[in-house]
């Protein structure tokens, strides 16, 4: 089985190249379980999955400067934009799948941190819509 160290993955978010203040990525993707259960089960529980659902996780270091993060960010805010993501920025393929969709950006905190602190911040954006794979583009 081969092992991945996550060294070079990329983000966008609305076309926007959001690499090189992404920190950490976490996608997740599920089906509500619908519960079908009939006496003839044989005394089991069946499942079914229902509509779909997901997230992605980021976490950001901010950059407040022209044209920056919170820029570009702050004026996405309340919209259903388009994401991708993979674990390598080598082309795509097989090994190297990239994840697309479309998120609602539903929160911004441009500033998070104490005395001291790197100005991060976390957040997750719920999917709209499906999760798609691609193996190629």
């Not at 079908?36 to 270091?61: C, P, Q, Y």
């Not at 996405?76 to 082309?91: G, H, I, K, M």
Request: net charge negative; charged share 20%.
């Amino acid at each position: 089985m081969a092992k991945k160290v996550l060294l070079d993955a990329v983000l966008s978010i609305d076309n926007n190249d959001l690499t090189q203040w992404c920190a950490k990525v976490e996608l997740a993707d599920e089906f509500e379980e619908k519960e079908v259960t009939t006496f003839s089960s044989g005394g089991a529980k069946e499942v079914l999955g229902g509509l779909e659902s997901g997230n992605v996780g980021i976490t950001f270091r901010n950059d407040h400067a022209s044209g920056e993060l919170d820029e570009i960010m702050w004026g996405l805010r309340r919209s259903v934009v388009s994401f991708t993501v993979r674990a390598d920025a080598a082309a795509v393929t097989t090994s190297n799948p990239q994840y697309s969709g479309e998120i609602l950006i539903n929160q911004w905190s441009p500033i998070m941190g104490s005395v001291g602190d790197v100005n991060e911040l976390d957040v997750t954006y719920p999917l709209s819509g499906p999760l798609v794979r691609s193996t190629s583009t």
